[in-house]
């Protein structure tokens, strides 16, 4: 189910996600048609504009907020012109699972998109490594954050990106086994608590969010 004000762009994610293999069970325009396309459809995966009518400020988020609470079965991933921390702390503060929020710009790249929207659609979090970014300058000096190195911030914007430590040690070209250090590093200065093992990764992102 896509939410998209904009008519040239609803229509052009419509095609894209058709054409990557997606049934797009609905497009509309705006948070109060999108509610009730969602109680209709009972889509998987909802894709929202943060801004839509009638304000254009936060009508998109709070109807994503509304479908979590409502529908918690159907993911969501909400697309921002810029980034807004406050959304996507507000996002991220219940249930973290099916949930992600991206830089509408991030659609240009079909296949990191297209991988994104599977990831949260099957439980995952996706997280805009922009996002990430300014909440580590912001956050940098507040403890514990400040206690991560700069390869743990590297590990944690890549966590933030739904990737596991297979595609971490990739995309930092190091050993998995070095990311697993990095990653126990990260869990035991946040002091996130071993029984959480199953979340942890979503929790050390909101750790940031939340600084």
Do not use: C
């Amino acid at each position: 189910m896509i939410a998209e004000d904009s008519v040239l762009l609803r229509e052009g994610i419509s095609r894209l996600l058709t054409e990557a293999g997606f049934e797009v069970t609905g497009a509309v325009g705006d948070g109060e048609e999108l509610l009730r396309a969602v109680g209709v459809a009972q889509p998987e995966i909802v894709v929202a504009d943060v801004r839509m009518p009638p304000t254009h400020t936060d009508e998109g988020l709070k109807a994503a907020l509304v479908i979590r609470s409502r529908w918690p079965g159907v993911a969501v991933l909400v697309l921002s012109q810029y980034v807004e921390e406050r959304y996507a702390t507000e996002l991220l503060a219940g249930e973290t699972r099916g949930v992600g929020y991206l830089l509408k710009d991030r659609v240009a790249d079909v296949d990191s998109f297209v991988e994104a929207l599977h990831r949260v659609r099957t439980g995952g979090t996706a997280l805009d490594p922009e996002v990430v970014s300014q909440i580590f300058a912001r956050s940098r000096r507040a403890a514990p954050l400040a206690q991560l190195t700069p390869r743990e911030r590297e590990v944690i914007g890549l966590m933030a990106e739904g990737r596991s430590n297979a595609g971490i040690a990739e995309a930092l070209i190091v050993r998995e086994g070095a990311v697993e250090k990095h990653v126990t590093s990260i869990f035991a200065k946040l002091a996130l608590p071993a029984g959480a093992t199953d979340h942890r990764r979503v929790l050390a992102v909101l750790r940031h969010l939340e600084g």
